[in-house]
């Protein structure tokens, strides 16, 4: 599988994470955001850039309450759980997003 | 949510009229080269073949087994088609396959058995006549067909409750998983999670770093909520007790809910106690796909972590399947036990912990905390058909309730036939909980579903509380799907969690508000 952005194509696994997780640039997020119907907002970009940021540094996705007060920090106590995230990505914030930000899909009973 | 056509739930329990292949096409994905070779099995050279010579190995396998394992021999011959099992299995009450009853299932390998290791079916085959004496040819089709069906089987062992000779379709499953796996067609799901608990230390691939960051997160987050220091210690040599618990508990919601709760009831104890980043993990995947060296490899860990940490008990979180290996096998896989405490059960289950903490009375508990909820109590199938929760026969049954209805004062169980060793499966249990099968998960979900909208309907339920990651995870998914909603899921230490008092808890609060 792969996944056409700007201009370019990139390979993906069968369940649409990006294979070489170097690869990713913003151009990526939103062609996978386009496909499956789900245009990224600047409020989305929030989540994804913190999501990018985690990773770097812990080579791993944020566990949900990481994630959740992250976000009540940065952008307001109401939004700092996982009802908003679940708002912006139905899929579930864990694999959506991490999927649009080229992070690892997390594995195992989650 | 993705378009899947949802089972009709209904005030009793309908057996559906069989659709033919109905589910056929289900089938997870394949685990690549790379996730075969990482767990040191073969690969096709073409990706979605099988290996050169997999007939023979298959067969080969297949021969080792019945003679390893007498079980799966007697299942194998044992079965006279009674019919008992045909309706008990949730996957076929869910997607009417009669594949998926679990008879059909068996004989997917049974007919093989039958065709290649006895005398009729070898006399049969000879003839070109193998069904005559319910043996088939193994050809790739057939070996297709198990792939799919193998992995529409949680090993939840319900159908083995009503089979009068006990045949558990488990082990059945177990076997063929091990055997296609060895011939180039193992699942990626487990594949794919089983190197990341000896590489990182659990399935999640969550490092050390993030471990501690998170735990450290946890404890700002109580100390904000109540006002008290919880401490989530992490590689503490010299603890008393090694917490192993699923590391969905640090990553996904409402498990972590569950978390805070155990380290408030150790924390109200009194003991001291420790997480293990190298054991990180309770969930043992190596039971799921049936390979018994992988299942002992994941437990030795536990030891090894055990050891170096010099603690004195080992307490496992909420986990079902964890809790089966753990209480039936761990001293075979990774025994003798010697070095730990002799005067406490080993391995200890948390909510026989917190059992015994309520009966001497140590935890202050205020039951009102949980009035917004009535709740009900999702058995998981590897606790209630594999274990105990205590020491006296049926304690996996009742030790749940009674924490339960030690910290909530409205409970109500299920109807009779859905509980206790009867429980239906999540519905994404047995290494199924994965996106590739999402329609098998809502459509196994389907008994469990009923037995819970009829008892919100009847007894005003609005919650229902689990002691396994799997179900846990799997009912956030599926609830919405069934018109409920994510969080009406609940960890069971979740609700000791918010009914536990501990000392100095709301006393900064208290003297604020009267400084105001």
């Given at each position: 599988m792969a996944i056409e952005a700007n201009g370019k194509t990139f390979e993906t696994d069968e369940e649409g994470y990006?294979?070489?997780?170097?690869?990713?640039?913003p151009a990526v997020a939103t062609a996978m955001a386009e496909a499956e119907d789900c245009p990224l907002t600047d409020e989305h970009w929030d989540i994804i850039n913190f999501l990018r940021e985690y990773y770097e540094e812990y080579q791993i996705a944020p566990a949900v309450r990481v994630l959740t007060k992250a976000v009540g920090k940065k952008l307001g106590k109401d939004k700092g759980n996982s009802k908003y995230l679940y708002e912006l990505f139905p899929y579930g914030p864990g694999k959506q997003a991490c999927k649009y930000a080229g992070l690892p899909k997390p594995t195992g009973c989650v | 949510m993705a378009d899947y056509e949802i089972p009709e739930t209904h005030e009793f329990p309908v057996i559906p009229s069989i659709m033919e292949g109905?589910?056929?096409h289900s089938s997870p994905f394949v685990a690549g080269k790379e996730f075969q070779d990482d767990m040191g099995f073969p690969s096709p050279e073409e990706p979605g073949q099988l290996i050169d010579g997999w007939k023979e190995k298959f067969l080969e396998l297949l021969q080792e087994k019945l003679g390893k394992y007498r079980s799966l021999q007697v299942f194998m011959d044992t079965?006279?088609?009674?019919?008992?099992?045909?309706?008990?299995?949730h996957y076929f009450i869910g997607t009417?396959?009669?594949?998926?009853?679990p008879v059909a299932r068996q004989d997917l390998i049974r007919k093989i058995y039958r065709r290649y290791f006895t005398f009729a079916g070898k006399l049969f085959g000879k003839l070109g006549m193998?069904?005559?004496?319910g043996a088939a040819e193994l050809t790739e089709e057939a070996v297709k067909e198990m792939y799919s069906y193998y992995h529409q089987c949680?090993?939840?062992?319900r159908c083995a409750v009503f089979c009068p000779f006990g045949i558990d379709t488990a082990e059945v499953t177990m076997a063929a998983r091990d055997i296609l796996a060895m011939i180039?067609?193992?699942?990626?799901y487990s594949n794919q999670i089983i190197p990341k608990v000896h590489k990182i230390g659990n399935n999640l691939g969550l490092p050390e770093p993030a471990l501690r960051d998170t735990l450290e997160g946890l404890e700002e987050e109580i100390e904000d909520d109540i006002g008290v220091k919880v401490r989530f210690p992490l590689?503490?040599?010299?603890?008393d007790i090694l917490l192993v618990t699923p590391s969905a508990d640090f990553f996904a919601e409402p498990h972590v809910d569950g978390l805070m709760g155990y380290a408030k009831v150790f924390h109200a104890a009194g003991v001291s106690w420790t997480i293990s980043s190298k054991a990180?993990?309770?969930?043992?995947f190596g039971l799921f796909i049936g390979n018994y060296e992988s299942m002992r490899q994941i437990s030795l860990r536990i030891r090894d972590a055990a050891k170096e940490l010099g603690v004195k008990r080992i307490i496992f979180g909420e986990c079902g399947h964890a809790w089966r290996v753990a209480y039936n096998h761990l001293n075979t896989l990774?025994?003798?036990?010697?070095?730990?405490?002799?005067?406490?059960?080993?391995?200890?289950?948390i909510l026989e912990f917190t059992k015994d903490c309520l009966d001497r009375g140590i935890l202050n508990i205020d039951?009102?905390?949980?009035?917004?909820m009535t709740l009900t109590f999702h058995d998981s199938c590897n606790i209630a058909r594999?274990?105990?929760?205590?020491?006296?026969?049926?304690s996996q049954f009742t030790t749940p309730r009674q924490v339960i209805q030690a910290v909530c004062n409205n409970y109500y169980d299920m109807s009779a036939e859905t509980i206790h060793d009867q429980t239906f499966c999540c519905g994404g249990g047995g290494g199924l909980l994965t996106d590739d099968l999402m329609e098998l998960r809502i459509k196994g979900a389907l008994p469990r579903m009923e037995a819970l909208k009829n008892v919100i309907a009847d007894n005003g339920v609005t919650h229902m509380a689990a002691i396994c990651a799997i179900c846990k995870s799997q009912f956030t998914k599926v609830l919405p799907y069934y018109g409920?909603?994510?969080?009406?899921i609940v960890s069971v230490h979740q609700l000791v969690s918010s009914a536990i008092i501990l000392d100095g808890q709301g006393e900064e609060a208290e003297e604020s508000n009267g400084a105001e």
């Open positions: 990006l294979a070489n997780l170097n690869e990713w640039e | 109905a589910m056929a079965c006279v088609k009674c019919g008992a099992c045909t309706d008990k299995c009417a396959d009669p594949k998926n009853m193998p069904n005559f004496v949680s090993e939840c062992r180039g067609m193992g699942q990626k590689d503490e040599k010299g603890a990180s993990e309770a969930a043992n990774a025994g003798p036990w010697d070095f730990l405490d002799q005067n406490y059960p080993i391995p200890q289950h039951k009102s905390e949980n009035d917004h594999a274990s105990r929760i205590g020491d006296t026969p049926g409920m909603t994510m969080d009406q």
